[in-house]
């Protein structure tokens, strides 16, 4: 009875210590190399070996639990973990001055907004750092009599308005306009980034970062313009330069 009791114990020793074994091997197996690159991204001078994986959610989609950046050069290896998403990017570009080029991931988030989240790395030999990116526009938006939106951006304080006529017939249809007067308060939609990139607008020698927003009207679908809005790294934070919007 004894030797029953103690080879029960024996086998129940032995699958809690093989089970995270064999979970953490299960997982590995899961992984899918999406990326890779070779490139310097640390600012010596040597290319250094940047790959990017995925762990699928199933096989029946296209959305990934997570990611996993991992970086390897002559001083060792670095790994960084993600929040998943979609199909992602990596964009390669000194966004700080620091004469080294950082990593900017972008992960699509899906849904008809099509925004994405982004995050932004330096790469130290054997460390992958996470660096802080702006916060898209917090635009205040609502519609006005004759078919208008006035906007405040609380950045910066400006205030612009856009002329929606070309959407006559729409909101007309809709109900939220009658001969040109609005029927009801109705304010505007506005959207996280979907583009976020890097380039030198003022051909100073400084990247700035440009991110576009998407401002729509009585739904998500209803685009009435992009918003683009440009930021300079300057004494470790960010600051909003100037913004560009593009009425459709």
């Not at 990116?133 to 400006?158: C, D, H, T, V, W």
Request: net charge neutral.
């Amino acid at each position: 009875m004894m030797k029953a009791v103690k080879y029960v114990f024996l086998c129940a020793c032995f699958l809690f210590v093989n089970f995270p074994l064999q979970a953490d091997a299960a997982q590995k197996s899961e992984e899918v190399k999406l990326k890779s690159y070779m490139i310097d991204v640390t600012g010596d001078g040597r290319k250094d070996q940047l790959t990017l994986y995925g762990i699928p959610f199933n096989e029946k989609t296209k959305y990934f639990k997570e990611f996993k950046l991992v970086s390897i050069n002559q001083k060792g290896k670095a790994v960084h973990h993600v929040t998943g998403g979609f199909s992602p990017s990596l964009l390669f570009a000194d966004i700080n001055s620091d004469r080294a080029l950082e990593v900017i991931l972008e992960i699509p988030t899906g849904g008809s907004a099509h925004s994405c989240d982004y995050y932004a790395f330096n790469v130290y030999n054997q460390e992958i750092e996470e660096l802080p990116l702006p916060k898209p526009l917090n635009l205040n938006g609502s519609f006005k009599n004759n078919y208008r939106a006035n906007f405040i951006i609380p950045e910066n304080n400006q205030s612009f308005v856009l002329n929606l006529i070309k959407h006559k017939p729409v909101y007309d249809k809709l109900g939220l306009y009658k001969k040109g007067k609005l029927n009801e308060p109705q304010e505007t939609l506005i959207g996280e980034f979907h583009s976020l990139t890097a380039k030198d607008v003022n051909h100073d020698g400084v990247n700035e970062l440009i991110g576009k927003q998407t401002i729509s009207g009585a739904s998500v679908s209803d685009v009435i313009a992009e918003v683009s809005s440009f930021w300079n790294y300057e004494q470790e934070k960010w600051v909003l330069k100037n913004v560009m919007v593009n009425s459709k």
